[in-house]
């Protein structure tokens, strides 16, 4: 096997990595202790890098020394250490990544999240499927945003999810999220929809979408962003996986924001998550007696960050956003009147009937029957406006005669 390792294009170090993340994640704290007591500073890559061959050399008293004063804890470390360096089917399994496009990164590698370095039990590697070379702009970024919120969300959480993501994310920045339906898909769909990278952080391997429903937007991330777990690839998506990956996504971000969660939801173990590491927690208001609203609102009663519009986000890092002194000259063109000889009182009621069924169609879903109670117009006309609306993409209809802006 060494000379394997000596012959291939794969490097010895990175291999050893590999090899400390199979000891698994029960023993994760163990493997975290001895780094740390061998380390003057824990995050320094460089320090990192030949750790992992020392790790698997190490005997009972040098653990002991190292600080693992657990009798069952260095023992089983020590009976996995054994298991794996026997075992010559990790070498074959590592070499044969890169024939599935999934790239291993080590601690020490410049792919690695930075700030994962710093977080109690960071993974001994990540698992990376998609355009890894995102992740060097990622360590580069600031600031970093983690989006979390329910998966049985309203269409006014897709909306300020969507909106938020596209707006941070064309200014540069990265958003991170796990790829569940609801929120954390309006996320990542939002960050795409501005041509920038987006980074889904799973609980299962990376060869697997899930949920099985989100193959499309799993597809586009591997496409336009990075797809990345500590499981190894083919494992499945266990539920004990996912408060393990909520670590992940938190830890990896200045702050967390979470849109739309229920009192005890995964949204607020990742925002717990968070705090623990020492990043800030923002969350969307949302109404009273609102269900979907009552975690955020909790968050915030607890001190998180009020996030209303995308420049609170921005101003919680003290970044002054440049004035955009540009115009969308086809934007303003479309907004004039076309000429003074088509304006005619037909025209402008028009206008003034779409603009009253629109002042009363807001993020939250809005019935036909509650717009003609609203508008006291008829039947006929609100139905007529509301597919004009349609038509021109100002509105979207959520189910059968209920409407939102779109």
């Known amino acids: 096997m060494e000379k394997a390792i000596r012959d291939s294009s794969l490097k010895k170090e990175e291999y050893e990595w590999y090899m400390v993340s199979k000891l698994g994640f029960r023993n994760l704290d163990s493997v975290t202790k001895v780094i740390n007591s061998l380390l003057y500073d824990a995050s320094d890559k460089t ?3 030949y750790l992992a061959g020392k790790i698997l050399s190490m005997n009972k008293e040098e653990l002991i020394l190292s600080g693992l004063k657990d009798q069952k804890k260095y023992d089983s470390l020590l009976e996995d250490m054994e298991r794996v360096k026997a075992d010559d089917n990790i070498f074959l399994e590592y070499s044969r990544l890169a024939d599935k496009g999934i790239e291993f990164i080590a601690r020490f590698h410049d792919k690695y999240p930075d700030l994962l370095n710093q977080i109690y039990l960071p993974p001994v590697g990540l698992y990376v499927y998609g355009r890894s070379d995102c992740l060097l702009d990622f360590n580069k970024s600031f600031p970093r945003i983690a989006m979390v919120g329910a998966r049985n969300c309203t269409e006014y959480g897709k909306k300020i999810a969507f909106d938020l993501a596209r707006d941070f994310t064309c200014r540069g920045n990265f958003v991170v999220s796990g790829m569940a339906v609801g929120i954390d898909k309006a996320a990542h769909e939002g960050a795409l929809s501005a041509d920038g990278a987006t980074i889904a952080v799973l609980g299962c391997g990376v060869d697997i979408c899930y949920p ?14 990075v797809i990345i777990s500590e499981y190894e690839a083919g494992t499945p998506a266990y539920k004990s996986n996912f408060p393990q990956r909520n670590r992940i ?3 990896m971000c200045e702050a967390t924001l979470v849109v739309e969660a229920r009192k005890r939801s995964g949204s607020l ?3 717990a998550d968070a705090l623990n590491q020492d990043r800030l927690v923002c969350a969307v208001p949302g109404r009273i007696g609102d269900p979907l609203s009552e975690g955020c609102n909790e968050l915030l009663l607890s001190g998180a960050s009020p996030i209303t519009k ?3 986000l921005y101003d919680l890092f003290e970044i002054e956003l440049p004035k955009n002194l540009s115009l969308d000259l086809e934007k303003v063109k479309n907004n004039m009147d076309d000429s003074e000889e088509n304006i005619t009182y037909e025209n402008i009621f028009l206008e003034r009937q779409k603009n009253l069924v629109y002042s009363v169609v807001n993020l ?3 019935t036909m029957d509650s ?5 006291g117009m008829d039947v006929a006309s609100v139905g007529m ?3 004009l609306l349609l038509m021109e993409g100002k509105l979207k209809e959520t189910s059968p005669n209920t409407y939102i802006r779109s």
């Open 310 to 312: 995308p420049k609170d």
């Open 371 to 375: 717009i003609i109670e609203k508008t």
């Open 249 to 251: 996504i938190s830890g």
């Open 385 to 387: 406006i509301t597919a």
């Open 212 to 225: 099985r429903t989100n193959i499309g937007l799993y597809r586009d991330i591997v496409e336009e962003g």
């Open 47 to 49: 320090e990192l890098r």
């Open 364 to 366: 939250y879903p809005e």
């Open 269 to 271: 173990i990742t925002a």
